[in-house]
């Protein structure tokens, strides 16, 4: 079944009417407000150009209340739909500590004056990881670990650098690249 619109004249009577019903508080409210701000000093102009103001400022009101209560008839409420709420925890790739690394890691790779800053957090990131992932500790159980790490990251973590010279850039990458694979 289709809906007729009604003929022409009585949309443009009921517009009309819709228009007057928004644009007549507007103007009142306008002019109310004008003659107060006239009436003690806020508007500076001379008495016909502020009624012209105040005139426009209803207009412009009243117009503005009309045009947004016609156009929200048809506009639907949004809903969002969330998705189910899960565990918080990062994933292991994410940890803070690897990204601190990588900052670290170019001040190591490119400065000569600093000691290591690296070994400490790789070693501590590969003995948390064995033991999360692997239920292996790096500590008391060196030889199962050994055979668990990458081969570039055991020999990183058995000889630890000294002093306070630039890193190899391909040693720490494969060293941090065996932490992310455990």
């Given amino acids: 079944m289709t809906r007729s619109l009604p003929p022409l004249p009585h949309r443009q009577q009921a517009l009309a009417t819709d228009l007057r019903r928004h644009l007549v508080p507007a103007l009142v409210i306008a002019v109310l407000l004008?003659?107060?701000?006239?009436?003690?000093?806020?508007?500076?102009?001379?008495?016909?150009l502020a009624l012209l103001v105040v005139v426009?400022?209803?207009?412009?009101?009243?117009?503005?209340?009309?045009?947004?209560s016609t156009t929200a008839r048809d506009v639907e409420q949004a809903y969002w739909v969330s998705t189910p709420r899960q565990e918080a925890a990062?994933?292991?790739?994410m940890d803070y500590r690897l990204?601190?690394?990588?900052?670290?890691?170019?001040?190591?790779?490119?400065?000569?004056d600093r000691?290591?800053?690296?070994?400490?957090?790789?070693?501590?990131?590969?003995?948390?990881?064995?033991?999360a992932?692997?239920?292996?500790?790096l500590e008391t159980q060196p030889e199962q670990a050994r055979a668990l790490l990458d081969?570039?990251?055991?020999?990183?973590?058995?000889?630890?650098?000294?002093?306070?010279?630039?890193?190899?850039?391909?040693?720490?990458?494969?060293?941090?690249?065996g932490v992310e694979k455990l």
């Fill in 34 to 48: 004008g003659g107060l701000l006239f009436f003690i000093g806020a508007l500076p102009y001379a008495w016909p």
């Fill in 56 to 68: 426009l400022a209803g207009v412009v009101g009243g117009l503005l209340t009309w045009g947004l």
């Fill in 90 to 93: 990062p994933p292991d790739a």
């Fill in 99 to 112: 990204l601190r690394l990588r900052r670290d890691l170019r001040d190591a790779l490119e400065r000569d």
């Fill in 115 to 131: 000691t290591d800053e690296i070994y400490p957090v790789i070693r501590e990131l590969a003995a948390e990881r064995l033991l």
């Fill in 133 to 137: 992932h692997h239920d292996v500790d």
């Fill in 151 to 177: 081969p570039h990251l055991a020999d990183y973590l058995e000889h630890p650098p000294t002093g306070t010279r630039r890193r190899s850039r391909s040693a720490l990458h494969t060293a941090i690249e």
